[in-house]
């Protein structure tokens, strides 16, 4: 009885579940609700920003952004690059966290630790776009959209106490939008001084954790609590406007601040060349300084004389010694009253002969020659007397060197800086510099900087040079010729008894042409009329400004108050 009732029990409990499943089936197919609606089907376009980015979370950011930039060509060129990259980060890393783990070992009483395997995998980071600001400052800054799933494996080994733990590092993701400033742009090589790195918002990262070869994510609670631990850090950090600074070169030496002084002595000159029609010459001397924007500096001018003597001395600031030279060039004063006739009468000639425009500069003066010293040749303190050979160019292989042009005799003293002497009062990155000593008390230094001009277009030509206008004094920076964009870069320095609150400063761009035979050799190019108020309550201001009776004429003008205080 029991053998036959365990067959019949297993066999009812077999037919039992069968017919109970069918029936669960059939209750679970006509249970259904027959009034399903259709799906409400719409365009994308009808969508909002929030629905498509719900609908597709993984749109480039130049799609969602019309300010960013696809930069496919630099994802390319870093996956060409990812193997060497990849092995020069990791050696730079190992090299900078090194001397920081043997530091910090000794406190904690561990033996050793030391990196067993140190990669970042073969996935190379991908940027969806970029984003650069236009500034009016000596700075570039830019925004990137950074997506990394990589496959690293960084494996740490820590020994203490004669036992052995390894920590390693898989599967990172890291989801990220950083803005990288290069500043301040600088004239020497790689053309920026320090890199500032900022977070513009909270990273996603995500990796995995093996400890002693287990996954310590896996661990309830660790995964989610490590997640937030770093986003908080991280974003403590270099959340904006917090950054990371990294110093690509020295500051100071990359905005090539004065080192020194160069005195120069201009003594005398022998055996000029004959260049007037009546068989003398009218030399002078025009001395400058490579890489200084002021002007060439002048000695007076000897009327018929081949062997000259001045004794005029000059002084330059020297800003670096290695690289800067000091260029003589010895020109012949042209006196044009003497050819003014001589041109007008060929013009003509030629004119109506050839019918042709004989172009001749009124009052160009002759070169007589150069010569330069490089004041990497200079020691320090020690006055040097140099008996220079004029030269028709700096071209070596030049056979019309070899003729003979006269010499210049120049004396030169380089004195650089000591400690307490070097200027304090330096314009940084970020400020502006005190006034120099003797400005009047109350008073103060207005400095006005002519950037650069943009668009700009004469009805006849367009050599464009700006023109300022402040208290019935005028300056002008050098003619650029035959630019629509031209970049000036000069300075110009006016010292006030008081502050210029209620004034304005005019400034024109205009255009000149010394060709003969124009109707209009000069033309304006636009003005600005600039208001000081904001100048001296901000101390300085960096503005682009448009150009009236100009179409499209932009001109960027920065401007300092400095003062003593």
Known sequence: MGIISTIMGVFGFGIGTTIG??????????????????PDIRPLVEKDSKSLEQLLPEIPVWVKNPDYDRIDWLNKFIEYMWPYLDKAICKMAKKIAEPIIAEQIPKYKIDSVDFEALTLGCLPPTFEGIKVYNTEEKELIMEL????????????????????????????????????????????????????????????????VKLLGADAMSIPGVYRIVQELIKDQVANMYLWPKRLEVQIMDPAKAMKKPVGILNVNIQRAMKLKKKDLLGASDPYVKLKLTDDKLPSKKTTVKHKNLNPEWNEEFTFVVKDPEAQVLELNVFDWEQVYIYLFFRIFFYFLFYNLNKIVFVLQVGTHDKMG?????????????????????????????????????????????????????????????????????????????????????????KNHTNPSARILFRGEERKTKVVKKNRDPRWDEEFQFMLDEPPTNERVHIEVTSTSKRMGLLHPKESLGYVDIYLSDVVSNKRINERYHLIDSKNGRIQIEMQWRTSS
């Open 370 to 458: 150069l010569n330069v010293i490089p004041l990497k040749e200079l020691t320090p303190e020690e006055p040097k007397t140099f008996t220079l050979d004029l030269l028709k160019n700096l071209n070596p292989d030049d056979v019309q060197n070899e003729k003979s042009r006269g010499q210049l005799v120049v004396l030169v003293n380089y004195k650089p800086f000591k400690e307490n002497e070097v200027p304090t009062n330096v314009e940084d990155s970020d400020g502006v510099q005190k006034a120099p000593e003797g400005t009047p008390a109350g008073g103060g230094l207005l400095v006005i900087l002519v950037h650069e001009a943009q668009d700009l277009e004469g």
């Open 21 to 38: 499943i069918v029936i669960g089936y059939f209750m679970f197919i006509y249970s259904q609700p027959t009034d399903v609606k259709d």
């Open 145 to 208: 959209g950074l997506k990394w799933a990589a496959n690293p494996n960084i494996l740490v080994a820590a020994k203490a106490f004669g036992l052995k733990a390894t920590v390693q590092v898989v599967d990172l993701q890291v989801f990220a939008c950083p803005r990288i400033t290069l500043k301040p742009l600088v004239p020497s090589f790689p053309c920026f001084a320090n890199i500032h790195v900022s977070l513009m918002e909270k990273p996603h990262v995500d990796f995995g």
